[in-house]
């Protein structure tokens, strides 16, 4: 089936022409050929088709790629949210609230709960989400993180290394031993990528090192969580380890920004954390600036970031981080699957996923000028329609 979207105003691409980045094309057309893309070019120009779909002079963005989510939960942390309102500092321990009542949920529960935010990402424009384990904490139960993970995507992340559980917590280089040993055994042949929590609260550098280099070990590729709750060791980590992304990176060193710019590592930026935290915002048009390739995801999870809007983290990028719309959407589309270390989505161009948002405006920069409105009107995802947004006159 050839299918042609056409009378775009604005066609976000992220092939990179002429010094635009985001590969801007006007009066364009795309043309789906079952889940892929086929053509890409001047409406004028667009081949012949079996069916078109008329975008109204509105912009069409790739599909957003969100490269860090824990989605497989149960319960929320609304309290704690509301006590960091009043002035109460966010810490990683609250991390183990949410353990206790994911491991007292059912499979059913946490499937359910789990296809529910992957809905809602849809819904927004978010066509490939990461999910990350990391509230099972023992063996069986980041077993049934990854499996139930696995269901949905195949960006799955083995996050065993993501606090010290309370029955080690006199004991954490045994936890690291049961990470690095039973539970990677049980959780490798459902994940793609290994994580760890490398920050004051959580696991040393030392301890992080011996979880990625089990990891990877098993053929599992390193992503970690660092410089989230003050300076680290975690930047030279997972440029040494030349892990794919390092996220979060609240409060970064001259040093591990040169280190960055100098790797393959994406430095992942969670806007939502900053917002629901209440820390500084990172400083990205420093990052930009230097050369470091930069991705924006939301960080959905129940403690520090429980959004699932892609927009919405995109307008905080803009407003509070300093990146221009352009940057933020290229950030969240084709940044993440740099993350992702995947060619074949965050881009509009032939042989990519056909992955599409037709935004309900005439250019991208009404997602951050118009922050909190509905804008998604229909998505794409692998040339199939999944989202269809009818207008009410």
Known sequence: MRTLLTNIAELTTNVAVDGDPCGTLSNAAVLMEDDRIAWVGAAADAPASDGTVDAGGRAVIPGFVDSHSHLVFAGDRAAEFEARMAGQKYAAGGIRSTVAATRAASDEELRARLRGFLAEMLAQGTTTVEVKSGYGLSVADEERLVRLAAEVTSEVTFLGAHVVPAEYADRPDEYVDLVTG?????????????????????????????????????????????????????????????????????????????????????????????????????????????????????????????????PFCIAIAVRDMGLTPAEAVWAATAGGARALRRDDVGIIAPGARADLVLLDAPTRVHLAYRPGVPLVRQVWKDGATVVRVVAVV
């Open 182 to 310: 039973p539970m990677l055994d049980a959780c490798a042949p459902y994940a793609k990528w290994i994580d760890v929590f490398c920050e004051t609260g959580a696991f040393t550098v030392t301890q992080s090192r011996r979880v990625l280099e089990a990891g990877i070990a098993r053929g599992l590729a390193p992503r970690v969580h660092a410089s989230q709750l003050g300076p680290g060791d975690g930047v030279r980590l997972a440029v040494d380890l030349g892990a794919a992304s390092i996220d979060h990176g609240t409060y970064l060193t001259d040093a591990d920004i040169d280190a960055l710019a100098q790797s393959s590592t994406v430095l992942t930026l969670l806007p939502g954390v900053e917002f629901s935290t209440r820390q500084p915002y990172p400083d990205a048009r420093r990052l930009v600036d230097a050369g470091v390739t930069v991705a924006l995801a939301c960080d959905t999870n129940p403690g520090s970031s429980f959004t699932s809007s892609m």
